[in-house]
């Protein structure tokens, strides 16, 4: 069965800290990858997607960037934190219409 | 583009109520629709979808929705709450990038003892 592996499941940076939350899938291969953030009030928001290896779409612009270096693996990055980089942040992968979420991080920026 | 709308923020009924949380969408194809459930502090755990066979869908924890195209609407019901259903719940509509989930701003249910 697939599985999805987000960590870690809390997180507290300071501002202009970099950051790199690890997301990886088992059980399928060459899924599509997605991030999501939630933030108080407004709902899950999609950040990145990927379809493939290296092949990353943003989908709103922001501070954060995503790599897939692996077919499984996909990562969120900044170099530079902002407070309005607080959030839950949430992985997920689909294949064939389903979506399965991680359990999320709890990013907190100070 | 996709949209979903959840109507009421916050939803508060009694422990063996009927709950109804209210779901709309906008597609310009025919839509996979999903109701998700999220409890404090963890990821979001799917209770059912629509991908166009039945339009009464049945779901995990006595939840089930239907599919009326005509009200563009996919709302969630259970005829008796127990305590263990508050928990945040979001609909979403495949059909972001990628194929990823749209959602709306979801609905914090409240059970009152």
């Known amino acids: 069965s697939q599985t999805i592996h987000q960590w870690p499941a809390t997180l507290v940076q300071p501002v202009g800290s970099p950051l790199s939350l690890e997301c990886t899938v088992e059980?399928?291969?060459?899924?599509?990858l997605y991030w999501y953030r939630q933030a108080a009030g407004r709902g899950l928001q999609l950040l990145f997607y990927s379809v493939g290896i290296g092949q990353i779409s943003s989908e709103v612009p922001q501070n954060l960037s995503a790599s897939r270096p692996q077919d499984r693996q996909f990562i969120l990055s900044s170099k530079k934190l902002l407070l309005s980089d607080s959030g839950f942040y949430l992985c997920?992968?689909?294949?064939?219409?389903?979506?399965?979420f991680g359990q999320g991080t709890r990013l907190t920026v100070v | 583009a996709q949209s979903v709308t959840q109507l009421g923020s916050h939803v508060s009924v009694s422990e063996g109520a009927l709950v109804l949380l209210r779901c709309n969408y906008s597609?310009?194809?025919?839509?996979?629709l999903f109701w998700y459930v999220q409890y404090p502090n963890q990821g979001l755990q799917l209770l059912l979808k629509y991908t166009s066979a039945a339009t009464l869908v049945k779901g995990i924890n006595g939840f089930e929705a239907e599919f009326k195209k005509s009200e563009t609407s996919f709302h969630l019901t259970k005829p008796s709450a127990h305590m263990s259903d508050a928990a945040e719940y979001f609909c979403a509509v495949r059909g972001g990038g990628a194929d990823g989930l749209t959602f709306g701003k979801g609905t914090h249910l409240i059970i009152q003892p």
């Open positions: 059980g399928t291969s060459n899924p599509n």
């Open positions: 997920a992968w689909a294949l064939g219409g389903d979506g399965f």
């Open positions: 597609s310009s194809v025919p839509p996979y």
